[in-house]
């Protein structure tokens, strides 16, 4: 079994920053793509970020420029730096990531979300 367990989140003042963390444990054999996807309230699960194995990364519209998402192999660790954050950024931020576990074929895990708030 694998668990992902994020960190960072909480309140800020518009303009703000903050930094995410996502760490995976278990039985882990490699990982391959991870993600940040958030959810705002009555709105739809969106993909903020992505980065592969190989630290290629791809990021949404909305927050090109002023997020960076970042991995940390050795540590199974993924991180989202926030910055110039907006209300609009308001969620709850979940981390997900593409596991392999032994022969079978990677399997999807959540982790169970961490709430980030920008007001004033």
């Known amino acids: 079994q694998v668990q992902l367990v994020e960190s960072g989140g909480g309140l800020v003042q518009p303009g703000g920053s903050l930094r995410l963390s996502c760490a995976a444990s278990?039985?882990?054999?490699?990982?391959?793509?991870m993600r940040w996807y958030r959810q705002a309230p009555g709105k739809q699960r969106e993909l903020v970020a992505i980065?592969?194995?190989?630290?290629?990364?791809n990021y949404a519209d909305s927050v090109k420029g002023r997020f960076t998402i970042s991995r940390d192999n050795a540590k199974n660790t993924v991180y989202l730096q926030m910055n110039s954050l907006k209300p609009e950024d308001t969620a709850v931020y979940l981390c997900?990531?593409?596991?392999?576990?032994?022969?079978?074929?990677?399997?999807?895990?959540w982790g169970q979300g961490t709430q980030v708030t920008v007001s004033s």
């Open positions: 997900n990531a593409n596991v392999r576990t032994g022969l079978a074929m990677p399997v999807n895990y």
């Open positions: 278990g039985s882990i054999f490699s990982i391959n793509d």
């Open positions: 980065i592969t194995k190989g630290g290629t990364t």
